[in-house]
Nanobody, 114 residues
Framework: VELVESEGGLVQAGGSLELSCTAS????????MGWYRQTPGKERELVAT???????EYGDSAKGRFSISRDVFGRTVTLQMDSLKPDDTAVYYC?????????WGQGTRVTIST
């Protein structure tokens, strides 16, 4: 499965940004798509995931500020990020997983300015 992410960008603190990611290739019916992020020297951390069945999980940093959704075809996942903080600055990675494989996007940089 190949994942193509939208571009991140530079946003002022308190602003909003939407990231999207589209999967192509052999997408199984039962799968999970979502977003993780990573900053230098730290492990990649969960932002939000959503299964094909609609189950959602948010990382602690995303709760109450970010919202994840998927399109009706199940191949595009969107992350709406509101009330952004400088601590949200990171490279954001789209993720796809199913029973047999896992794929990552190339990563998109999000920078939040004060």
């Amino acid at each position: 499965v190949e994942l193509v992410e939208s571009e991140g960008g530079l946003v002022q603190a308190g602003g909003s940004l939407e990231l999207s990611c589209t999967a192509s290739g052999s997408v199984f019916g039962a799968n999970t798509m979502g977003w993780y992020r990573q900053t230098p020297g730290k492990e990649r951390e969960l932002v939000a995931t959503m299964t094909s069945g609609g189950k959602i999980e948010y990382g602690d940093s995303a709760k109450g500020r970010f919202s994840i959704s998927r399109d009706v075809f199940g191949r595009t996942v969107t992350l709406q990020m509101d009330s952004l903080k400088p601590d949200d600055t990171a490279v954001y990675y789209c993720s796809y997983s199913d029973y047999v494989s896992r794929s990552w996007g190339q990563g998109t940089r999000v920078t939040i300015s004060t």
